[in-house]
């Protein structure tokens, strides 16, 4: 028996059968005509016999039968069997011993073919009893790769590939093309270098199996066997399939970058990673290698540094073996400051002595991944000081120290002047600006240098200060205005009023000179805003002040022995919506306000009301001042006149009547900063000058012996309003108040020491 391919008129055959509810037509003239005879049932398949009634006057290219699932209208589940031309016989028949399944009923006809017409007989229905197992005889080529087409020959396969499915081992591949003695597939994708090869055939596996050899890819050798990361090796191999973009290499876990691949060569980079050694395997194509090669990763090693000694910035060259390239993988420290990499190379890497150290000798280290790998030790060279600009400082300000082998990282130097820390405002190798240090005194003082921890260098000149001016600790919260405090017993007590933006505030705190630190004490028992302090007696008192638009007519007093606060008697004139100046005499306290004054006894918790100058009407952040038993008003902002004014005015509490004194010389102003001094002199200063709107930092000096006034040295701090001024001993203290920002800076004014 002879089965021939499939030829087109299948398709013709096809279109029949699943549409063959049509009406057919073999009856024309000119058409041959053929019979279905029947079908022998066989236990292992079936017999279909077949006759030619007529050719029709034609030549019949060829004949044969075609059958499918009774009621089937799946293409895929067609079957045939094409005989050939016919050499003069008139009945033709065939065994089919696959693709009929036991208890399936089918429907059969047979079929002749000429150059153009194809003819069908009638349809016979069968019911299947079973076929023979699919009979396996050979595999061509026995070895192959996965992708490449292998043909299997047998007996007992389907001329139809929809009956038939392949297995290597339990991987199912694509078929090609079938016939009842031939498949040809695709190798599917496995793991493994050698399967089994099976054949279903409508659900009957093959009897046998054939060993079928795969060719995965293999590696045979890795040139070098050893190298560090980023440099290139050579994996040789075979059956390396895919280009370059379907070619994956692993060490270990870590991928690497592929350079190039073809059938037996791969070139990759080899990975940064913290391993010592690891397995390579290739991926080429989606299929891993059959096997793995170890592979040995040399570690970086450093062998010594040169120079071992200079000073920041500085280049120093670590020299090794097998030394990182890319930068992206390692980290080089000098103890734990990061040294800038300048240039790389397998024996030399080549970096800047970091700003961010001051601990020598430093210990240099390459930090790879999580492993370090030492060096020598770098020492730094010791800073030196030439000279100190300028020598004799006659106000607050900046002095430059020129020198050498200055850190220039200002966090990381310190500089000393009369053993207190100096605020550094700018560095280079060569030069340091520096602020005079907060509580700095007049007097000469030493000037040291420290670049090295634990290692000051001394000038050897001095310098001497010779101001009225000298700053102190900041005060510790966030800048404040419109706050409230008092001296008592040698401390000023400060808080209250607004931090940034307007936010009220009732924190309070406790200044000491002598040590020149700032400590919380109990907070006020409410929140307030441009209250008036004072003190007498040991006792320091707030009165007036608000919150928004709440007025507070209130006084409470304040006890530092045992840090508490106390209501009192409430002021029982009106409120003021400003800054109320006001002064203390012998032990009494005084606060005009809105236009009137209120004498306050401590002794009896009683407010008396007394006489107020009427030309300052109702005044609002004006300046006030005792001296010598006599009350001092004036320089502020009248609300009756809607303007600063000049005005001042003297109060003798023993005849209640005040007497204008000589006008305040320097620009309009309120808001400014009034306080007098145990040297018979009254002081105002600072403030806004309306209507420029100009944040002022002049001081002048009042004599009310001569009834004079004269400029004195300006404020050394930014221009500001709202500062208060507090006295201890022969000195004033100015901390706070507001110019474009929240101030929270306090300055020590002595002009008489």
């Not at 079938?178 to 054949?199: A, G, H, N, Q, W």
């Not at 000149?461 to 101001?467: A, C, D, H, T, V």
């Not at 608000?546 to 006084?555: E, G, P």
């Not at 002022?696 to 930014?718: H, M, N, Q, R, S």
């Amino acid at each position: 028996m002879s089965i021939k391919s499939f030829i087109p008129a299948a398709a013709l055959l096809l279109a029949s059968l699943v549409y063959s509810c049509q009406e057919e037509k073999f009856t024309e003239k000119g058409i041959p005509e053929v019979k279905t005879v029947g079908v022998t049932i066989l236990d292992d398949g079936a017999t279909f016999h077949g006759m030619i009634l007529t050719d029709g006057g034609m030549k019949i290219k060829e004949h044969g039968f075609s059958w499918a699932p009774a009621g089937s209208k799946d293409p895929s589940e067609l079957q045939y069997f094409y005989l050939g031309p016919l050499n003069g016989e008139t009945s033709f028949s065939v065994t089919v011993n696959s693709a009929i399944e036991k208890d399936e009923d089918y429907v059969m006809r047979a079929f002749v073919a000429t150059d153009a017409v194809t003819s069908y007989g009638n349809e016979v229905v069968f019911s299947g009893r079973g076929s023979k197992s699919p009979e396996l005889e050979s595999l061509t080529p026995a070895s192959a790769q996965i992708g490449d087409t292998v043909v299997i020959s047998g007996n007992y396969f389907s001329n139809n590939p929809g009956s038939c499915t392949v297995y290597f081992g339990n991987a199912e591949a694509a078929i090609i093309s079938s016939t009842v003695d031939r498949l040809k597939v695709v190798v599917p994708y496995v793991v493994v270098p050698e399967v089994d090869v099976s054949v279903v055939v409508t659900g009957i596996m093959s009897s046998d199996k054939i060993r079928f050899n795969v060719l995965l890819p293999v590696i045979t050798e890795i040139i070098p066997a050893s190298a560090p990361s980023a440099d290139t090796v050579v994996i040789k191999g075979n059956y390396f399939t895919g280009n370059l973009s379907g070619c994956s290499v692993f060490f270990g876990t870590n991928e690497a970058r592929v350079l190039s691949v073809s059938g037996n060569e791969v070139r990759v980079v080899v990975p940064y990673t913290s391993q010592a050694s690891a397995q390579v395997r290739v991926v080429t194509g989606g299929i891993p290698s059959g096997n793995m090669r170890d592979f040995t990763i040399l570690k970086p090693v450093t062998l010594g540094i040169a120079p071992q000694s200079g000073t920041f910035g500085d280049i120093v060259n670590l020299y090794g073996n097998y030394l990182p390239l890319d930068t992206a993988f390692f980290r080089v420290y000098f103890n734990d400051a990061k040294a800038i990499v300048t240039d790389v190379s397998r024996t030399r890497l080549q970096v800047k002595v970091p700003t961010g150290n001051n601990i020598s000798p430093a210990v240099v280290s390459i930090r790879y991944f999580s492993t370090y790998t030492y060096t020598d030790r770098f020492t730094l060279n010791q800073a030196f000081v030439d000279d100190v600009t300028p020598v004799l400082l006659e106000q607050w300000g900046p002095v430059v120290i020129t020198g050498s082998n200055f850190n220039p990282d200002p966090q990381m130097m310190l500089v000393e002047i009369g053993g207190l820390e100096s605020h550094i405002l700018s560095c280079t190798a060569n030069e340091i600006h520096a602020n005079l240090p907060a509580g700095l005194l007049n007097g000469i003082h030493q000037v040291s240098v420290t670049t090295i921890a634990g290692s000051p260098v001394l000038w050897e000149g001095y310098l001497e200060f010779k101001s009225v001016w000298s700053r102190m600790a900041d005060f510790p919260p966030s800048g404040r205005m419109a706050g409230a405090g008092f001296a008592l017993d040698g401390k000023i007590y400060f808080g209250t009023g607004l931090q940034p933006y307007l936010q009220a505030m009732k924190d309070f705190w406790e200044y000491d000179p002598e040590t020149n630190e700032w400590i919380r004490k109990n907070d006020f028992p409410t929140l307030i805003t441009y209250a008036t302090g004072l003190s007498v007696n040991n006792m320091g008192y707030f009165a007036m002040g608000k919150v928004n638009s709440m007025l507070y007519n209130s006084l409470v007093r304040y006890d530092p022995s045992s840090n508490t606060w106390q209501t009192l008697a409430s002021n029982p004139g009106a409120a003021s919506t400003m800054d109320s100046p006001g002064f203390a005499i012998n032990d009494r306290l005084y606060i005009p306000a809105a236009g009137e004054m209120y004498e306050y006894n401590p002794a009896t918790n009683y407010w008396t009301k007394k006489s107020y100058p009427a030309e300052l009407g109702y005044l609002g952040g004006g300046a006030a001042f005792s001296i010598n038993g006599k009350g001092y008003l004036g320089i502020g902002w009248v609300h009756d006149k809607g303007a600063d004014v000049a005005d001042f005015f003297e109060y003798d509490p023993l005849t209640d009547k005040w007497t204008r004194k000589a006008s305040f010389p320097g620009a309009l102003r309120d808001n400014a900063t009034s306080f007098s001094l145990p040297n018979g002199k009254g002081y105002v200063g600072m403030g806004l000058a309306k209507p420029q709107l100009q944040y002022l930092t002049d001081i002048w000096e009042y004599d009310p012996v001569a009834d004079t006034w004269t400029k004195t040295e300006d404020f050394p701090g930014t221009p500001r309003c709202g500062a208060r001024a507090f006295v201890v001993g022969s000195a004033a203290y100015i901390v706070a108040g507001y110019g474009e920002i929240y101030e929270k800076d306090m300055w020590r004014f002595g002009p008489s020491e």
